[in-house]
């Protein structure tokens, strides 16, 4: 029942940056787990990225070394910075949440509505 809403999500050319936003309303951030996840036309969603309540973070192989999840606390809001950006990372991204101070993928029951990231030159 947790209220989240991306932003962020645009139309880049290969090699660019964008960094998504996801704010939570009608939560209390304390021992929470935030994620990000994408769907591509076809394909599965599946997890990017994931920051724990204590701050540990995981990556998928695809975007490790070019990704970086970050949380603001005070804001609620969780971040998720994409650079060198590559047409294989279009998708719908979405934020996540879950109780609990584990970073895995599973169990989380909260999402936001989406938004879309392009890839094209």
């Known amino acids: 029942q947790v209220q989240l809403v991306e932003s962020g999500g645009g139309l880049v050319q290969p090699g660019g940056s964008l960094r998504l936003s996801c704010a939570a309303s009608?939560?209390?951030?304390?021992?929470?787990?935030r994620g990000w996840f994408r769907q591509a036309p076809g394909k599965e969603r599946e997890g990017v990225s994931c920051?724990?309540?204590?701050?540990?973070?995981y990556y998928a192989d695809s975007v490790k070394g070019r990704f970086t999840i970050s949380r603001d606390d005070a804001k609620n809001t969780v971040y998720l910075q994409m650079n060198s950006l590559k047409p294989e990372d279009t998708a719908v991204y979405y934020c996540?949440?879950?109780?609990?101070?584990?970073?895995?993928?599973?169990?989380?029951?909260?999402w936001g509505q989406g938004t879309q990231v392009t890839v094209s030159s």
């Open positions: 009608e939560f209390t951030f304390d021992y929470n787990t």
């Open positions: 920051i724990s309540s204590h701050g540990t973070t």
């Open positions: 996540a949440v879950k109780l609990g101070p584990s970073c895995s993928w599973d169990l989380f029951g909260s």
